[in-house]
């Protein structure tokens, strides 16, 4: 009897010994679980921590390279002049728009420059397409006669037409011209493509090339005239009237140095422009009409592009239009960049000589890396 007590007694703490094991485990078990949670929750905290630094340092990167992005892009980058003309007109072409909506303004006929040399009865301008500046001006808005600047316009109706492929029968009212003009050579019955009389037009000042064009794409050199008269009030040429596709002088066929800005400013809108603008000869290959291949090669009629007269150190001819009568003098429009590819637009009218003109141009030129 003793021994069963003994034992009963002895069996009491060995049971309450297991249940407190147990209690133990179920504590230890819950705090390694609060561990885990814990570890977990400084796991996911360090994560979104890191996460943000790094969309912190992303945005200040962002910040910094636009920043010295912005600085660099307004630092002026000199101007190499030994790049492919390919690259200088893609650029330009693209900035041509903002040039465009940011015309120069003068209210006064006649802006200074020390430098400039125009003589008596003469007319020109220098034109900052980046400032939107008139640099220098003389007799801006007094009536001069275009000669074959004109043909800015003509070319640029040519492109408007879409139909710079197609094909133009020459016919012998394009060869009605005044005794002495400048003509391509082209004959009744030739076939030429339009394309092929606007590089004609622009590099070598055709007469007939300009008849041509007018009677094709305007169906009558009338008709024609009327829609180079529409597109000029448009461009706000309110000092020009003109009554022929090619400038050969007449009265009423006038304008003003304002208005040929005007009008180079707005050529510069088209691409075709300002790669025909660069040519310093142009072949044309053609059909006469007996079906026989002809073939005419001409050369610039300005003489930066052939090399006959030399422009200022670090100032780039990038196009531009000649003209040439015994009333109007002789007459140049320049488009141009200087060392830094900002671009100018610089108009010389009524030189009394070629030799006058580009040493008159070269002299205003000579400003514009000033």
Same mark, same amino acid.
Request: net charge negative; with cysteine; aromatic share 8%.
């Given at each position: 009897?003793?021994?069963?007590?003994?034992? $009963?007694?002895?069996?009491? +703490?060995?049971?309450?010994?297991?249940?407190?094991?147990? $209690?133990?485990?179920?504590? !230890?078990?819950?705090?390694?679980?609060?561990? *885990?949670?814990?570890?977990?929750?400084?796991?996911?905290?360090?994560?979104?921590?890191?996460?943000?630094?790094?969309?912190?340092?992303?945005?200040?990167?962002?910040?910094?390279?636009?920043?010295?992005?912005?600085?660099?892009?307004?630092? +002026?980058?000199?101007? =190499? /002049?030994?790049?492919?003309?390919?690259?200088?007109?893609?650029?330009?072409?693209?900035? $041509?728009?903002?040039?465009?909506?940011?015309?120069?303004?003068?209210?006064?006929?006649?802006? +200074?420059? &020390?430098?400039?040399?125009?003589?008596?009865?003469?007319?020109?301008?220098?034109? &900052?397409?980046?400032?939107? !500046?008139?640099?220098?001006?003389? =007799?801006?808005?007094?009536?001069?006669?275009?000669?074959?600047?004109?043909?800015?316009?003509?070319?640029?109706?040519?492109?408007? /037409?879409?139909?710079?492929?197609?094909?133009?029968?020459?016919?012998? !009212?394009?060869? &009605?011209?005044?005794?002495?003009? *400048?003509?391509?050579?082209?004959?009744?019955?030739?076939?030429?493509?339009?394309?092929?009389?606007?590089?004609?037009?622009?590099?070598?000042?055709?007469? &007939?090339?300009?008849?041509?064009?007018?009677?094709?794409?305007?169906?009558?050199?009338?008709?024609?005239?009327?829609?180079?008269?529409?597109?000029?009030?448009?461009?706000?040429?309110?000092?020009?009237?003109?009554?022929?596709?090619?400038?050969?002088?007449?009265?009423?066929?006038?304008?003003?140095?304002?208005?040929?800005?005007?009008?180079?400013?707005?050529?510069?809108?088209?691409?075709?422009?300002?790669?025909?603008?660069?040519?310093?000869?142009?072949?044309?290959?053609?059909?006469?009409?007996?079906?026989?291949?002809?073939?005419?090669?001409?050369? /610039?009629? =300005?003489?930066?592009?052939?090399?006959?007269?030399? +422009?200022?150190?670090?100032?780039?001819?990038?196009?531009?239009?000649?003209?040439?009568?015994?009333?109007?003098?002789?007459?140049?429009?320049?488009?141009?960049?200087?060392?830094?590819?900002?671009?100018?637009?610089?108009?010389?009218?009524?030189?009394?000589?070629?030799?006058?003109?580009? *040493?008159?141009?070269?002299?205003?030129?000579?400003?514009?890396?000033?």
């Amino acid at each position: 009897m003793r021994d069963r007590k003994e034992r $009963a007694k002895s069996s009491v +703490p060995q049971k309450s010994s297991a249940a407190g094991a147990s $209690a133990d485990i179920r504590e !230890e078990a819950r705090r390694q679980r609060r561990i *885990q949670k814990l570890r977990k929750r400084r796991l996911q905290n360090t994560i979104w921590m890191l996460l943000l630094l790094f969309l912190i340092g992303a945005g200040v990167v962002f910040l910094v390279y636009k920043f010295r992005g912005d600085t660099l892009k307004s630092l +002026p980058v000199r101007y =190499d /002049s030994a790049r492919e003309f390919s690259a200088v007109s893609s650029n330009l072409g693209k900035r $041509a728009e903002a040039f465009a909506s940011k015309l120069c303004v003068s209210e006064k006929g006649d802006t +200074p420059m &020390d430098a400039a040399n125009l003589g008596e009865g003469q007319e020109g301008a220098l034109f &900052d397409l980046s400032s939107g !500046e008139v640099l220098y001006s003389k =007799d801006l808005y007094e009536k001069v006669y275009p000669a074959s600047i004109t043909k800015l316009m003509t070319a640029m109706l040519a492109f408007q /037409s879409g139909k710079l492929d197609s094909t133009v029968t020459i016919q012998q !009212e394009d060869l &009605d011209l005044e005794s002495g003009s *400048q003509v391509c050579g082209f004959m009744v019955g030739d076939q030429v493509t339009l394309d092929q009389l606007v590089r004609c037009l622009l590099v070598y000042s055709g007469n &007939d090339a300009a008849s041509a064009i007018a009677r094709y794409v305007g169906g009558s050199q009338e008709k024609f005239v009327a829609m180079m008269n529409d597109y000029a009030a448009k461009l706000g040429m309110t000092g020009t009237h003109f009554e022929n596709p090619h400038g050969l002088h007449t009265e009423n066929h006038y304008t003003t140095v304002y208005d040929i800005y005007l009008m180079l400013n707005e050529a510069m809108n088209y691409s075709e422009y300002l790669e025909i603008a660069q040519l310093s000869s142009y072949t044309a290959n053609f059909e006469h009409a007996d079906g026989s291949e002809a073939s005419i090669t001409l050369e /610039s009629t =300005d003489h930066y592009l052939t090399g006959e007269t030399t +422009p200022p150190k670090d100032v780039t001819v990038l196009g531009g239009k000649t003209g040439t009568t015994s009333d109007a003098g002789n007459c140049l429009a320049l488009l141009v960049q200087n060392a830094y590819g900002q671009p100018y637009v610089c108009i010389v009218m009524n030189a009394s000589t070629k030799e006058i003109l580009y *040493q008159q141009m070269n002299t205003l030129l000579s400003q514009i890396n000033g």
